[in-house]
């Protein structure tokens, strides 16, 4: 697999503070290092390995969750990080909410093991036919 779009973690906070104004919550970050450390794991993986798309940003999603950086929204900004690098490397989403948020929900109780979470979003997900090479210049 060559080298995928990643996410920048500005983003990762415009994601952040955009979803506590349309869902409630608390702003700001708990830990900037744990945030840090979150973004840093899927290209830890990348280097380290040979893992596929859904792999990557199910560590995405697991390591927001699990690191819990910020004060309030945890496990949205999660969600939207993990399926907004799938939608820039080629990848749509596209499972019904309710099954998303069950999953999400299971992903936190370790219902779902972030190796199974990769291959919900797998098979829960469509490949796009648009090019995003020039997200990464």
């Keep these: 697999m060559k080298e995928p779009i990643w996410i920048n973690p500005k983003l990762v ?24 450390a979150a973004m840093a794991r899927p290209e830890q993986i990348f ?7 859904f792999d990557l940003a199910a560590a995405y999603t697991s390591e927001i ?7 309030d929204g945890n496990k949205r900004t999660a969600f939207l990080v993990g399926a907004h690098f799938l939608e820039i490397n080629g990848q749509n989403l596209i499972a ?3 099954e998303t948020t069950q999953a999400i929900l299971d992903l936190v109780t370790k219902k ?10 797998m098979e829960n997900s469509k490949k796009k ?9």
């Design 13 to 36: 906070l415009l994601f952040h503070e955009q979803l506590i104004v349309e869902h409630g919550g608390q702003a700001g970050i708990r830990d900037q290092g744990l945030l840090k």
């Design 65 to 71: 969750i699990r690191n819990h950086p910020f004060i």
């Design 129 to 137: 036919n648009l090019n995003y090479e020039w997200f990464s210049k």
């Design 112 to 121: 779902l093991s972030e190796e199974d979470f990769a291959i919900w979003l």
């Design 47 to 53: 280097s380290n390995g040979e893992p596929d798309l």
């Design 96 to 98: 019904p909410e309710a």
